[in-house]
């Protein structure tokens, strides 16, 4: 189990299989699901051309970890990663990353939907954009 | 002993305060009414007691932390 919070870029992919590699999974998993949310360079009809991450730093990393515990009592995980941008970011880098590894894909498909959404709507991060008209706090996330 | 107050993103530069500590209350409500001087409270606003979300009615003891933000965005 794994939380990552960045202040820099990360490039998903190596990050998961860096996890694999250090976590020594083996081969005990047949199945890897993975999220990757990326920054759009529009939202709400308007163009974004940059955009804040604030977090509350110590319940961040409380809650995370309380979703991979919770996670792993409700699927069967061998493993699993979260890891989050925070700070100044730009259109197309990464901002979160999700990877849950298991013997069979359901486990890992359905944790790995689960984390994302409950991440989305309770772990204590903020958005702000940059838009043409100024900066503007994002109010609500999109339906899915 | 001291309750401390943070408050984060739209909150934050609304109340135009990150954080500051107050004496004595009672619930989460009584320390938003005394760290904002009784700012109107938005209709979704949470709150986070010791890093833990709870309600406005909770209880507060000295040494909390006690913390306000609107909705979350991340992912």
């Not at chain 1, 409380?62 to 941008?85: G, M, N, S, V």
């Not at chain 1, 954009?129 to 109010?139: L, T």
């Not at chain 2, 954080?19 to 619930?27: C, F, K, L, V």
Request: net charge negative; charged share 25%; with cysteine.
């Amino acid at each position: 189990m794994a939380i990552h919070i960045s202040a820099h870029t990360f490039e998903p992919w190596q990050l998961i299989s860096q996890h694999e590699t250090q976590s020594n999974l083996g081969r005990q998993f047949g199945a890897t699901a993975t999220f990757i949310g990326s920054m759009r360079d529009f939202n709400d009809d308007a163009a974004v051309t940059e955009m804040v991450l604030e977090h509350y730093p110590e319940m961040t990393e409380r809650y995370l970890k309380k979703l991979e515990a919770e996670a792993t009592q409700k699927w069967p995980l061998i493993d699993c990663l979260i890891a989050h941008r925070v700070g100044h970011i730009k259109p197309a880098d990464a901002i979160v990353v999700i990877a849950c590894w298991s013997a069979h894909r359901r486990a890992a498909l359905d944790a790995c939907n689960w984390l994302i959404e409950e991440l989305k709507f309770k772990a204590p991060f903020w958005k702000k954009e940059a838009r043409p008209d100024g900066n503007v706090w994002v109010e609500h996330n999109t339906a899915g | 002993m001291s309750i401390q107050v943070k408050f984060f993103a739209s909150l934050r530069e609304q109340i135009g305060q990150s954080d500051r500590s107050i004496e004595h209350a009672s619930t989460a409500d009584e320390v938003w009414k005394i760290a904002t001087n009784n700012a109107e409270q938005p209709d979704n606003l949470l709150v986070a007691i010791n890093l833990e979300y709870a309600k406005l009615a909770s209880p507060v003891n000295d040494g909390d932390e006690v913390a306000f933000f609107p909705p979350v965005t991340g992912g």
